[in-house]
């Protein structure tokens, strides 16, 4: 075993929802939904990540990075592994 607690060796990206004004997404791999209020982004196997507000775009996209900004409301984790 490696040491490190299970979330960090088999998790491979991570969001930082920012007081509810934007979310940084890190380890995504794609957007499958894109809509001012409800945004669903591929992230690890069958698992998604859906984030649902007011007013949101996407205001940085580069790599496996993403931002997303407006009125957030909610970010959750969907599906299996």
């Known amino acids: ?21 934007a979310v940084y997404i890190q380890g995504h791999k794609g957007f499958t939904v894109i809509s001012e209020d409800a945004m669903t982004l591929k992230v690890q196997g069958k698992k998604k990540l859906s984030v649902t507000g007011k007013g949101m775009r996407v205001q940085y996209l580069s790599g496996d990075d993403a931002v997303i900004v407006g009125e957030i409301g909610a970010v959750a984790e969907e599906g299996g592994l």
């Open 1 to 21: 075993m490696t040491g490190l607690p299970m979330d960090t060796v088999f998790v491979s990206y991570r969001y930082v929802n920012l007081s509810g004004k």
